[in-house]
C-alpha cells in the first residue's frame, strides 16, 4: 500500500497489508444499465481524495465523477484508504457531501 506524505501515522496500517488481496480489474470494466439510477430524484456527490494513485491520474476524477451527471464535487488529502487512515476527516467530508 502506498501513502501519501501528506497521510498521518495510523497505527492500523501494520495490520492492514497482510489482509489484502488483489481485486479482479472487470468490475472496473463491466457494463451496467444505469438509466434508472440517471433518472432518480436525488442529489449526487463526489468524494476526490487528491493523493489516491490506485488508478491512473483521471481515472476517478473527472474519469468516474463525470458519470454522475451534476454533482457536488468534494475534495480532500488522503491516498485511497483515507477510511483508515483519515476516518475521521472522511466522516466530515460525507457530512459536506451530503449536505445542501
Not at 24 to 40: A, E, G, M, T
Not at 71 to 79: F, I, N, P, T
Amino acid at each position: 500500500m502506498t501513502t501519501s506524505s501528506k497521510t498521518p501515522p495510523n497505527p492500523w496500517l501494520g495490520r492492514l497489508g497482510s489482509s489484502y488481496h488483489p481485486e479482479p480489474n472487470h468490475v472496473n470494466l463491466d457494463r451496467l444499465d444505469l438509466k434508472q439510477f440517471y433518472s432518480l430524484p436525488i442529489a449526487k456527490s463526489f468524494i476526490f481524495c487528491r493523493q489516491d494513485r490506485a488508478m491512473p491520474p483521471g481515472y476517478f476524477h473527472p474519469g468516474m465523477s463525470s458519470r454522475l451527471g451534476p454533482h457536488k464535487l468534494v475534495e480532500m488529502d488522503g491516498s485511497h484508504e483515507v477510511m483508515f487512515t483519515r476516518p475521521t476527516e472522511l466522516a466530515d467530508k460525507i457530512i459536506e457531501a451530503s449536505s445542501g
